[in-house]
């Protein structure tokens, strides 16, 4: 099972917008990751925001977690159409297993 | 390239039929992990090395599927008897440290097709 959901499955916006990409968990986690993965190709890391930080960025990216409502939204600002990818939110345990959400669907138009 | 690898890209096989996928991790990374990816949705745990040790299994590595990982370098998984809900992707990933706080690398994955 997945312990992650995320909001939009899909999202489709113009190049020079922003991308905000929501992840919602259930149970508690050491960290919370973002990776994107581009059509049929492995999985690369974007970004770790741990269980004690509220906000983090990189480049472009930034990414919030509210442990309290068991949720992390991730953004990306002024978007290109090489961003084309989904993008997936994974919570980190004990151990460092990834239990990853289903992913959204991110298309940006040239 | 000193990514991770994974053999073969893809695979085609029989159902009954047996399979094996390879993995070679980053080659300082102690940490090797499985995961299984249906279309449209987020890859799914199934089993984790430290070294050559396998620290945990998922419920969905069910007695056909057995990892391993001998001299704690690549690690080899197997599917016994393919059945037609196995045609995924199966995807590979290391780490360099224990703990949970490191990002894993993943390699291009093994895509099964079972007939």
């Known amino acids: 099972s997945q312990q992650g959901e995320e909001d939009p499955q899909a999202l489709s916006i113009q190049e020079g917008e922003n991308a905000t990409m929501n992840c919602s968990y259930k149970?508690?986690?050491?960290?919370l990751q973002w990776y994107r993965q581009n059509s049929g190709r492995g999985l690369v890391h974007l970004i770790l925001i741990r269980s004690n930080e509220r906000e983090k960025h990189s480049g472009r990216l930034r990414v919030t977690l509210d442990t309290s409502k068991k949720s992390s939204s991730l953004l990306i600002t002024a978007s290109r159409a090489a961003d084309t990818a989904s993008y997936f939110c994974a919570c980190g345990n004990q151990g460092g297993k990834l239990i990853f959400g289903q992913g959204t669907e991110l298309s940006v138009k040239p | 390239d000193t990514g991770v690898s994974q053999n073969p890209r893809h695979k085609i096989t029989k159902r009954g039929q047996n399979v094996t996928f390879r993995c070679d991790p980053i080659s300082e990374h102690n940490r090797l992990y499985w995961y299984r990816q249906t279309l449209g949705q987020g890859p799914e745990f199934l089993t984790y090395?430290?070294?050559?040790?396998?620290?945990?299994k998922s419920r969905l590595l069910s007695d056909r599927f057995s990892a391993e990982r001998p001299k704690g370098s690549f690690s080899t998984l197997e599917i016994q008897r393919t059945e037609q809900g196995d045609s995924a992707m199966y995807l590979c990933?290391?780490?360099?440290?224990?703990?949970?706080?490191?990002?894993?690398?993943f390699g291009p994955g093994t895509r099964l097709t079972v007939l």
């Open positions: 149970t508690s986690i050491n960290n």
């Open positions: 990933a290391s780490s360099p440290l224990a703990g949970p706080y490191n990002e894993q690398f």
């Open positions: 090395f430290q070294n050559e040790a396998q620290l945990e």
